[in-house]
């Protein structure tokens, strides 16, 4: 199998992570791409022309982040990522929304800034501001549901936060959220979010 990626892309890196937590490293190639380049192998694997995409050694290919990880979480061997148990599913699968969620406006309005001034939209970057405010705020006052072994929830908001750090170290979103910094802070920590760390 092989995972078209970006090393700056959050949802790239949750699917990275996710594959060394089941340390299955061997069975997963990992390949480079820009999707902003248009490369025609992305779009062929990827018709939306987004990274991450996984693509099978017949040519079947899988997309968008929540997919391609449930999918490797049930072929890849190693300890499972979601939960069978339909409460514990739906909590990991929570945490992975609303932290795909973050990624989704922090990407967006990184996309924005790179835009020439004048087309620049400050209400759009305002709202997926306000998005990521009140989305810290309920991982802060949830913070407890993250802790346990890892799974895809905790892997996703690992993500955003890592992502958030990277692009948006403006906000100093670890001093206003003591509690989800500390569980970030220690969660950075593992071998797969260090090894998958965004370029310097
Ligand atoms: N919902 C998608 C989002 C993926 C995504 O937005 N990827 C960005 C990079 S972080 C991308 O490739 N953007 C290129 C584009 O939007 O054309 C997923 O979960 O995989």
Same mark, same amino acid.
């Given at each position: 199998m092989k995972l078209y990626c970006s090393h700056t892309s959050p949802f790239a890196r949750k699917v990275r992570v996710l594959i060394r937590e089941k340390g299955a490293t061997a069975r997963v190639s990992e390949e480079t791409v820009s999707a902003l380049e248009d490369p025609a192998s992305l779009h062929e694997a990827n018709p939306l022309g987004k990274v991450p995409a996984l693509i099978m050694p017949d040519g079947t290919s899988w997309f968008d982040s929540p997919l391609i990880c449930e999918f490797l979480d049930v072929t890849l061997? %190693?300890? /499972?990522?979601?939960? $069978?148990s339909h409460v514990e599913r739906f909590r990991v699968l929570r945490h992975q929304a609303i932290a795909d969620g973050i990624m989704d406006a922090a990407v967006s309005i990184v996309f924005e800034r790179a835009r020439p001034e004048a087309q620049r939209s400050q209400m759009w970057m305002d709202r997926w501001s306000r998005a990521i405010a009140r989305s810290l705020a309920l991982l802060e006052d949830e913070v407890? /549901? *993250?802790?346990g072994p890892v799974d895809l929830g905790s892997i996703a908001v690992g993500a955003a936060l890592g992502y958030l750090d990277f692009? =948006? %170290? =403006? *906000? $100093?979103?670890q001093e206003s959220h003591a509690e989800l910094a500390g569980w970030w802070r220690d969660f950075a920590k593992r071998p797969s979010f260090v090894e998958t760390a965004p370029p310097a």
């Open positions: 061997e %190693g300890p /499972s990522m979601i939960p $069978a407890v /549901s *993250l802790d692009r =948006h %170290g =403006h *906000l $100093a979103w």
